[in-house]
């Protein structure tokens, strides 16, 4: 499976963008997706992840309430939205995708094994 994420840009604080992840080589509807951050000096985390049939959600809890993960199967697309940005939602953004994953594991970057290249978020205050 190939990712390719977009989407980012800056925009101030309160703002909102909406982040595209096209997969390409495999059903999309057969994995997992999650979205994953990395801001400059910080340890990339998790920030949302939907399963296989978009039934179930979760969201780390500095973006609850302001993000939503979703899938779009039939264009083998995922999104996030985001809104209320904050200048601490400044990272690269990363769409990821495994197999099913287990719910315990699903916060962690080293369940998925695919990944695209990042898109960047900058909020400026």
Known sequence: VQLQASGGGLVQAG????????????????YTMAWFRQAPGKER?????????????????????????????????GYLQ???LKPEDTAV?????????????????ASY????QGTLVTVSS
């Open 45 to 77: 985390e998790f920030v949302a992840a939907i399963r296989l049939s978009g039934g179930s959600t979760f969201y780390a809890d500095s973006v609850k309430g302001r993000f939503t993960i979703s899938r779009d199967n039939a264009k083998n697309t």
């Open 93 to 109: 953004y990363y769409c990821t995708a495994h197999g099913s994953v287990i719910i315990s594991s699903i916060r962690y970057d």
């Open 15 to 30: 703002g909102f963008l909406r982040l595209s992840c096209v997969a390409s080589g495999r059903p999309f509807r057969s």
């Open 82 to 84: 985001m809104n209320s």
């Open 113 to 116: 094994h695919y990944w695209g």
